[in-house]
């Protein structure tokens, strides 16, 4: 845990993210929060190099009917892992990205205490639709397959993803922006502080500009007050910090992917 912020380490448990190593991918949604939130944890296997991973795998990837403690089994990465929050003062075992930022949202103070954590999680769940959908335009027909095996289809794909879904959910996600505006909150997609809506639509942004570069480019000024946001985030205390850490990991192979061939051409 070394190197992130401790303001708060007193009044919080040791939290684990359990994720792959080595990539961003949906770990760093969960990442951000914690970084925004300026509250430690652990990533277990990018921080264990010798038995991290065998741990997730363990938890995360088992065949075995139960994974670990008193909890159900967990169906994949990432998840988060909670020793003594659990049953019985065991470790409490949760996966499914947008229900682990819904689970912190709250005991990492980002989301607003009325029904605007309801707002903020709406707002995670369409980010995250996106996030899924981007990463079918280089898996279209089937996620056990590789790239090279499906790449007509994915010219396909990522056609009608950048030209129609991609606009049609930053539309959304601008109008969002002013909706908040005209409540007189500012910056923010809800409410007058950072929630774990902004790092989550933030994270899509970062990633899609990433995967489609030519794309975002030629599509900035049409969503001027989103990449005002975007750009406007990346100063926010915690995020700043991190972004310029070690712990900031490239895009590779995840689910944001940069295949020339696929971004506007
Ligand atoms: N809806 C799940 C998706 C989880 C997921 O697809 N995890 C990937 C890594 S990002 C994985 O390891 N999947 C293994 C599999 O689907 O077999 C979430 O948001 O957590």
């Given at each position: ?24 991918g949906r770990?760093?949604?969960i ?5 925004v939130?300026g509250?430690p944890?652990?990533d277990?296997a ?20 139960s ?20 049953r019985?003062g ?6 499914q990205?947008?229900?682990v ?17 309801y ?5 995670a ?23 090279e095996?499906q ?34 909150k ?20 970062d990633?899609i ?9 030629a ?35 995840g ?10 051409q």
């Amino acid at each position: 845990m070394a190197e992130q912020p401790a303001k708060k380490q007193r009044t919080h448990p040791p939290y684990e993210l359990l994720y792959h190593p080595g990539i961003p991918g949906r770990g760093e949604f969960i990442r951000l929060a914690f970084e925004v939130a300026g509250v430690p944890y652990t990533d277990v296997a990018n921080e264990d190099k010798d038995g991290g991973y065998s741990t997730v795998q363990g938890i995360c990837m088992n065949s075995k009917p139960s994974s670990s403690d008193d909890n159900p089994p967990v169906f994949s990465p990432p998840a988060l892992r909670i020793p003594g929050a659990g049953r019985g003062g065991k470790a409490l075992v949760i996966a499914q990205t947008p229900n682990v930022l819904s689970y912190l949202g709250e005991r990492l103070g980002l989301v607003p205490e009325d029904e605007g954590k309801y707002y903020v999680q709406q707002l995670a769940l369409t980010a995250l639709d996106l996030n899924n959908e981007v990463h079918d335009t280089h898996h279209p027909v089937g996620v056990s397959l590789y790239y090279e095996d499906q790449k007509e289809e994915s010219l396909k794909k990522a056609k009608d993803v950048r030209e129609n879904r991609i606009p049609k959910f930053f539309s959304y996600f601008e109008r969002q922006l002013k909706w908040n505006q005209e409540d007189g909150k500012g910056k923010y997609l809800v409410g007058g502080k950072i929630t774990y809506a902004d790092t989550t639509v933030w994270q899509v942004l970062d990633g899609i500009s990433f995967a489609f570069p030519k794309e975002v480019e030629a599509r900035r000024g049409e969503f001027k007050e989103l990449f005002e946001f975007y750009e406007g985030l990346k100063e926010e205390k915690g995020l700043r910090e991190y972004l310029a850490s070690e712990r900031r990991l490239p895009y590779s192979m995840g689910i944001f992917r940069h295949y020339p061939e696929l971004d506007r051409q």
